[in-house]
């Protein structure tokens, strides 16, 4: 079982940065490829990014190419993103989702993703 806890989100103006990091319990993080979701009101959930196991592997939405990037640290069981270049379109609650793989590379599905985080706001005034 992973328990994930997202901080970091908030109200930023057009062209700001903010900073997601997302914690997880237990001592087997390194087992989970890891992605960012984000959903906002009145559409479907989608994939922004995603890192596989040992981080050797990244996706990335064209949406937020160029201006997201997805960290993690296997010994602080965290993962981060970091938003540059933030527009308004960006929008939603971001979530943290921890999907169970047997080797390294990462899923864009949100449905076979295991663990969820709660979602923490991020809000982008034009």
């Known amino acids: 079982q992973v328990q994930l806890v997202e901080s970091g989100g908030g109200l930023v103006q057009a062209g700001g940065s903010l900073r997601l990091s997302c914690a997880a319990s237990?001592?087997?993080?390194?087992?989970?490829?890891m992605g960012w979701f984000r959903q906002a009101p009145g559409k479907e959930r989608e994939i922004v990014t995603a890192i596989s196991r040992s981080g050797g592997r990244t996706y990335y939405a064209d949406s937020v190419k160029g201006r997201f990037t997805i960290s993690r640290d296997n010994a602080k069981n965290t993962v981060h993103l970091q938003m540059n270049s933030l527009k308004p379109e960006d929008t939603a609650v971001y979530y943290c989702a921890a999907d169970s793989v047997y080797s390294d590379y990462v899923s864009t599905n949100y449905r076979v993703y295991d663990y969820w985080g709660q979602g923490t706001q991020v809000t982008v005034s034009s």
């Open positions: 237990g001592r087997t993080f390194s087992s989970y490829a």
